[in-house]
């Protein structure tokens, strides 16, 4: 290996490889091929970081409790009074009471369909897991959700419901994603960039789930961590809460915790 002298001398003279002694080609081209190894792995972990980049925002209960009001205004005014509201699980419990107390509507049930697992990470396809459990022949449905992310959830609903012979079909959401490929007939907000939204009722699980991104094959204290929240998905989280997470997935055995030079330190579970 070269040291900085020689580095510094062989770059100021640009002195031709060809006209060192065999020993130190040997050692620049072994400097060389090191060198072009370590950018080829620089690159390869930036672009996984990249990958799994990108702009999240944190919704809270009163920004919630807002939109809901103002979906409620919307359907009322449209003149559509369903017969059963069918809120989507999970994502559509919450906008689902809280819609049908703003149109002080009593008839509210659900089915779940799974798209998504914790921390934005998308199953093969959306499926239903529980299916409308009441008859909806000849009943006017609204069918309510939190999002239109890709659509294909509200799709999915929709075509499962029509198959139930319902005497018709509205879809609303809190937030509509113009990027979705489903627009459904009512929404409060329309969200014209796209970004990953938390809702209160997955916040807790988003957290984890990124953290163990965040996390990876490496081990990682908490500065770090909270650093890369904030570089990766915008978020400024507290200590406090990402300790009690980091904790919870320790305990789950999802994660191991050590100590080192007075640090704590965390690394995914193998």
Not at 207 to 218: S, V
Request: aromatic share 10%; hydrophobic share 40%.
């Amino acid at each position: 290996m070269l040291n900085w002298l020689e580095k510094d001398l062989i770059s100021l003279y640009k002195v031709s490889v060809n006209s060192l002694p065999a020993g130190y080609k040997t050692c620049i081209k072994k400097e060389i091929y090191l060198t072009q190894e370590r950018k080829i792995q620089s690159q390869q972990s930036r672009g996984q970081t990249e990958k799994d980049s990108f702009r999240c925002e944190l919704i809270s209960f009163n920004e919630v409790l807002r939109l809901s009001r103002i979906l409620a205004q919307k359907v009322k005014a449209s003149g559509y009074m369903p017969d059963l509201i069918v809120a989507i699980g999970r994502g559509g419990y919450v906008p689902g009471r809280l819609v049908s107390d703003f149109l002080l509507f009593n008839d509210l049930t659900s089915m779940k369909i799974e798209h998504y697992s914790r921390a934005a990470d998308m199953r093969e396809e959306a499926r239903i897991k529980f299916p409308i459990p009441v008859d909806i022949t000849g009943k006017k449905i609204l069918i309510l959700d939190d999002v239109t992310d890709t659509g294909e959830t509200l799709n999915l609903a929709v075509d499962y419901v029509l198959n139930l012979n319902p005497a018709s079909v509205r879809t609303a959401v809190l937030q509509h994603k113009i990027s979705s490929n489903f627009t459904p007939d009512f929404y409060a907000q329309k969200v014209l960039k796209w970004r990953w939204i938390i809702y209160p009722w997955a916040r807790y699980e988003d957290l984890a789930g990124f953290a163990e991104k965040i996390i990876q094959n490496r081990t990682l204290d908490l500065s770090q961590i909270i650093a890369e929240f904030k570089h990766r998905y915008e978020l400024d989280l507290k200590e406090t809460e990402l300790l009690k997470i980091l904790s919870d997935l320790t305990e789950r055995g999802e994660l191991e915790s050590t100590k080192q030079d007075n640090r704590k330190l965390w690394s995914i579970k193998k």
